[in-house]
C-alpha cells in the first residue's frame, strides 16, 4: 500500500540554524500538507499546497518557514532560523483532492532545537 | 473558529472487549468532515474512519465504527473486539468542506488494551 515518506526520521538542530525536513507524497497525490506537534499538545496545521502554490497557511507558518516541490516527487519544509520553541514532530501529509479529501499522513520527523 | 475536545486523556480496555472513545466539536458550518486518526507508538498516523456530515448514516469500518449525532455535535468512536494492536493514541479531527486541508485535532485519547 502506498505510504508517505519523511526523512530524516529525528534531526538536531543548533539554535539559528537552518533545517529542511523532506517528504514523499503518495504518488498520484496533488495536495500536500505541514503539520507539527510540540510535546504534549495537539497536532496543528502549517500550510497546504497544490500546484506550486501555497493554498492556505496558519498563523503559525511565519516568514521562517517555507516550502518547495523542488522535484516531481519531494515536498519539502524549510525553517530559516531556527528557535528553541520550532522542537516538535513534523508531520508531512498528502491527498488526491483538495477541499474535504482524506489526508494521509507520513511518520513524522522530531526536530530538536538546542 | 472550530474546536475539537476529546475529554478522556486516557483509556484501558481488556483484549476482546468493547470501547468507546468521546469527541465533541463546535463549529457552526453546515460542510464538513470528521475523522479518528489512530497514532501507534511507532508514531505515524493511521486513517481510522472518515465520516462525511451531509450523511446520516454512520461510517463503519470492520471492527471500528462511529455514533455520529450531528445535533450533538458529538463523534463517538466505537472498537469492537479491541485487539493488543489497537494500543494507541487516539486522534479524532475535523475538516470544513471549504478549507484546503486544515485539519483541526483533538488532543488525543491513549487508549491501552490489556491482555
Known amino acids: 500500500e502506498p505510504e508517505v515518506t519523511q526523512t530524516p526520521s529525528h534531526q538536531v538542530t543548533q539554535m539559528g540554524q537552518e533545517v529542511i525536513l523532506r517528504c514523499v507524497p503518495i504518488?498520484?497525490?496533488?495536495?500536500f500538507y505541514w503539520y507539527r506537534q510540540i510535546l504534549g499538545q495537539k497536532v496543528e496545521f502549517l500550510v497546504s499546497?497544490?500546484?506550486?502554490?501555497?493554498?492556505?497557511k496558519s498563523e503559525i507558518f511565519d516568514d521562517q518557514f517555507s516550502v518547495e516541490r523542488p522535484d516531481g516527487s519531494n515536498f519539502t519544509l524549510k525553517i530559516r532560523s531556527t528557535k528553541l520553541e520550532d522542537s516538535a514532530m513534523y508531520f508531512c501529509?498528502?491527498?488526491?483532492?483538495?477541499?474535504?479529501?482524506?489526508?494521509?499522513f507520513g511518520p513524522g520527523t522530531r526536530l530538536l532545537v538546542l | 473558529a472550530q474546536t475539537v475536545t476529546q475529554s478522556q486523556p486516557e483509556m484501558s480496555v481488556q483484549e476482546a472487549e468493547t470501547v468507546t472513545l468521546s469527541c465533541t466539536y463546535d463549529t457552526s458550518e453546515n460542510n464538513y468532515y470528521l475523522f479518528w486518526y489512530k497514532q501507534p507508538p511507532s508514531r505515524q498516523m493511521i486513517l481510522v474512519i472518515r465520516?462525511?456530515?451531509?450523511?446520516?448514516q454512520n461510517a463503519t469500518e470492520n471492527r471500528f465504527s462511529v455514533n455520529f449525532q450531528k445535533a450533538a455535535k458529538s463523534f463517538s468512536l466505537k472498537i469492537s473486539d479491541s485487539q493488543l494492536g489497537d494500543t494507541a493514541m487516539y486522534f479524532c479531527?475535523?475538516?470544513?468542506?471549504?478549507?484546503?486541508?486544515?485539519?483541526?485535532f483533538g488532543k488525543g485519547t491513549k487508549l491501552s488494551v490489556k491482555p
Open positions: 504518488s498520484n497525490h496533488l495536495y
Open positions: 479531527a475535523f475538516l470544513y468542506g471549504g478549507s484546503q486541508g486544515n485539519l483541526i
Open positions: 501529509a498528502s491527498s488526491e483532492q483538495g477541499a474535504g479529501a482524506t489526508q494521509y
Open positions: 465520516q462525511e456530515a451531509y450523511k446520516q
Open positions: 499546497f497544490y500546484n506550486n502554490e501555497i493554498s492556505e
